[in-house]
């Protein structure tokens, strides 16, 4: 650790290619290796990576319960309009109110799949100075780059995606039903949020923590590091 701490702090002062292959060609030296680790090995070590992570995260998330059943990113009924679901279920419509939840939830697994390409096309773009910035950052230090360099993207292409999936599950219908019964109770003030963009920020905040999560993996369990390109770059960070 100490070793690759000292070259990535040389890397943050000088980050040209040549004294970044000088560095390596240091570490190497010093960790005594039959095979030199390069820039290459790195920038694409780090990509190959990611996108492991991603598509494991995307394929989670896109299966049935994927955010139903998982706590972590189960989608609850819209917080905003919380006196909403208390109301109903007062009124004993607890079992619409869960079914619209489910239905929610089944829509945001419908439309995870399609983050996959995104992301992925954002990996592709990745330059070395981003992969080694991620190679010695934190452990969702990955993650982070992709919420930069994706989330517009990924939000302008989910809002349609989750709209579909929300309308083909009939999650729209329910919801619809159930702030239409609310809205006609004398003297509430009536609501009409958004439903569409909530989903699609809550699927996004799901997709990111799940990919978080496999990041860590990789980082940390040799185990996870599922081809010899992943075992030689994470294995110099240590």
């Known amino acids: 650790m100490k070793q690759i701490g000292w070259i990535l702090a040389l890397i943050l002062t000088a980050c040209t290619s040549a004294q970044i292959n000088q560095a390596l060609g ?57 006196r909403v679901e208390d109301r109903l279920r007062q009124m004993g419509l607890g079992g619409e109110v869960d079914k619209f939840v489910m239905t929610l939830n089944r829509g945001a697994e419908d439309a995870a799949k399609e983050a996959k390409p995104i992301f992925i096309s954002a990996i592709r773009q990745m330059t070395i ?79 990111f923590l799940l990919i978080a999560g496999e990041e860590k993996k990789i980082r940390e369990d040799p185990v996870a590091r599922t081809s010899d390109l992943l075992k030689k770059v994470f294995g110099y960070n240590k």
């Open 26 to 82: 240091d570490l190497n030296k010093t960790t005594g290796g039959n095979q030199p680790l390069t820039t290459a090995e790195v920038g694409e070590g780090l990509k190959e990576a990611l996108i492991k992570g991603i598509s494991t995260g995307s394929d989670q998330a896109s299966q049935l319960d994927g955010f139903f059943k998982n706590p972590q990113i189960k989608i609850p009924f819209p917080p905003d309009v919380k």
């Open 129 to 207: 100075q981003d992969a080694w910035s991620i190679l010695k950052g934190d452990e969702n230090a990955a993650t982070e780059y992709l919420k930069r360099t994706t989330s517009a993207q990924l939000y302008e292409k989910f809002q349609p995606v989750i709209a579909n999936s929300l309308s083909k599950v009939n999650a729209t219908k329910y919801y619809g039903d159930l702030v239409g019964t609310y809205n006609k109770i004398p003297l509430v003030e009536k609501v009409n949020p958004d439903l569409n963009d909530y989903a699609t920020n809550k699927a996004m905040d799901g997709l």
